[in-house]
């Protein structure tokens, strides 16, 4: 008998109308019953006060680049322009541009949390206008075609894979959740299409692929880091370790080939830490035949400049 693999499955009840419609209604629900305070303030009877709505707004409102602390992203081959993919006019290397649309100061970092983790889908709005804010500012400036900035081709907008326990676990993708809500919306930049490009190796796979690969050593290097994984987030790893636990943490999807081959992608994610969570989908994307030119985030520790270093992020960030 064929048993399908629960994260192909949960990919497809994500990418579903029904699963859409459920959180639409959920969202609508939540706000009509739960006794709800500000997650940045406290201030009672709203999830996001108009003055903490406001600070968020502003905070990622000026999209930035911001690759320049990101350690563990992979260096390409960038033009000029400084835009990667464009084949043979190679001036530089340097890492993956990322577009942030915000630093991961207090109030972002609140919003996030309470929408990612603690079940706030009521704050969907404010944190899908940010992302699309990012993916128009990347799809304008990481996208070149020969008349000048701006996709000459369409472009895959591919989300970093949510963790089946994780989807278990809250009920929702965030990630997905948000760039769908964009999607039906027409809200997607003109030239993309959304793509569940690669998805999450369980665990256990992780484990049996290290096996298969480099014996009982294999496991002891690869399989430790797979177990180490899903919990423990990447706060406070260093730069090998966190590269190391996510390492073989992601594979194609099902039919990741046909659409993957020879197609502009750009990578989609929360929150950029080292950016060893989106150098494993490029690893993943690469390997499809596909060209990657940068990626997007909502949020980014590092500051705009590049220099300073931002708040500690929360579990699961990467
Ligand atoms: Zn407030």
């Not at 809250?170 to 959740?177: A, F, N, Q, S």
């Amino acid at each position: 008998m064929n048993i399908p693999d629960p994260s192909s499955v949960l990919d497809r009840i994500v990418l579903g109308r029904s699963y859409r419609r459920a959180a639409d209604a959920l969202t609508a629900f939540a706000a009509i019953v739960l006794p709800s305070s500000c997650v940045i303030c406290g201030q009672w009877d709203t999830s996001l006060c108009p003055g903490c709505s406001a600070v968020f707004r502003r905070a990622t409102s000026r999209p930035f680049r911001a690759e320049a602390g990101a350690e563990s992203l992979p260096d390409v081959a960038l033009d000029a322009a400084g835009t990667a993919g464009s084949g043979d006019r190679t001036d530089a290397y340097g890492p993956l541009p990322v577009v942030a649309a915000g630093r991961y100061g207090r109030a972002v970092s609140g919003v996030l949390l309470a929408y990612k983790n603690h079940g706030h889908v009521d704050l969907a709005a404010p944190v899908e206008a940010a992302l699309a804010g990012a993916l128009h500012e990347a799809v304008t400036h990481l996208c070149r075609s020969p008349d000048g900035p701006g996709p000459a081709r369409q472009v895959l907008l591919v989300p970093v894979p949510g963790r089946a326990s994780s989807q278990r676990r809250r009920g929702y993708d965030p990630l997905m959740l948000l760039l769908s809500r964009l999607e039906r919306r027409g809200g997607l930049p003109a030239g993309t299409r959304l793509v569940a490009g690669a998805r999450q190796v369980s665990p256990a796979a992780r484990l049996s692929g290290a096996l298969m690969r480099g014996g009982v050593g294999g496991v002891l290097r690869d399989g430790l880091a797979a177990l180490s994984g899903p919990g423990g987030g990447q706060k406070g790893l260093g730069r090998r370790r966190r590269r190391a636990n996510v390492l073989r943490s992601m594979r194609a999807g099902r039919h990741a080939r046909a659409l993957l081959a020879d197609r502009d992608c750009i990578i989609v994610d929360d929150v950029l830490t080292t950016g060893a969570t989106i150098g494993e989908l490029h690893r993943v994307l690469r390997g499809g035949g596909a060209r990657v030119l940068g990626g997007v985030v909502i949020a980014a520790t590092s500051s705009p400049a590049g220099a300073r270093p931002g708040t500690v992020p929360g579990p699961g960030t990467g």
